[in-house]
């Protein structure tokens, strides 16, 4: 099965840029769509931007349109979330996660995720 690792997390001040990269084992990466979540402390997991195999489909939760941006490179098996314009508010635990079909809609429902890099911003 694949296995996602993700990196690049770290503290930051409000107002700045972070990406944070999803590497993937496995033949199969580019196969799948691929998303990025995150869990703030004491709150539930929550979607923020998904992209299809060919990332010719990208979806992103409200909260993060403009500021953020999905993309991947199949050759590298690897899946980037670039974060612009940061706030105190963006502050979890972020998750990169596949599945084998790009969702509709925004959604939690991917199959195989990775552990997590803590993203943390200051105001």
């Known amino acids: 099965q694949m296995q996602l690792v993700e990196s690049g997390g770290g503290l930051v001040q409000a107002g700045d840029s972070l990406r944070v990269s999803c590497a993937a084992s496995?033949?199969?990466?580019?196969?799948?769509?691929m998303g990025w979540f995150r869990q703030a402390s004491g709150k539930e997991r929550e979607f923020v931007a998904a992209?299809?195999?060919?990332?010719?489909?990208?979806l992103y939760a409200d909260s993060v349109k403009g500021r953020f941006t999905i993309s991947r490179d199949n050759a590298k098996n690897t899946v980037y979330l670039q974060m612009n314009s940061l706030k105190p508010e963006d502050t979890a635990v972020y998750f990169c996660?596949?599945?084998?079909?790009?969702?509709?809609?925004?959604?939690?429902?991917?199959?195989?995720w990775g552990q997590g890099t803590q993203v943390t911003v200051s105001s």
């Open positions: 992209i299809n195999w060919s990332g010719g489909r990208i």
């Open positions: 996660a596949a599945r084998t079909s790009m969702p509709v809609v925004p959604t939690t429902r991917f199959d195989i």
């Open positions: 496995g033949r199969a990466f580019s196969t799948y769509a």
